[in-house]
């Protein structure tokens, strides 16, 4: 028996922000690839139980994140205080911006 098959009545625990570094179907997984295929990212499910708010994220997460950092008091700072922390792993757990008072 594989680690995919299981018998009848096994519980089973769907660990999707795990499965993604699995190096068995996803290749250099600890890597952020651009060049993924989109099916392979579980955080929003897959087949029949996709996320209908998956395509919605995709474009507003992106869109608020450039909205706030178009702000005329809000700026990057300089590296290493205003790089993206990444601690080790493939996403972003911190990016520290400036913020000054609203003119």
Do not use: W
């Not at 068995?24 to 392979?40: A, C, E, V």
């Amino acid at each position: 028996m594989t680690y995919l098959e299981r018998s009848a009545g096994s519980i089973v625990f769907a660990c999707t922000a795990s499965a993604m570094f699995d190096e068995h179907y996803f290749p250099d997984g600890n890597s952020f690839r651009i060049d993924r295929l989109d099916p392979t990212g579980l955080h929003f499910g897959f087949g029949h139980h996709t996320c209908l708010e998956r395509r919605v994220a995709g474009v507003v997460i992106p869109e608020v994140v450039r909205r706030v950092l178009l702000r005329p008091e809000v700026s990057l700072l300089p590296p290493p205080d205003g790089s993206i922390d990444f601690q080790g792993g493939p996403f972003p757990e911190r990016f520290t911006i400036s913020l000054s008072a609203s003119t």
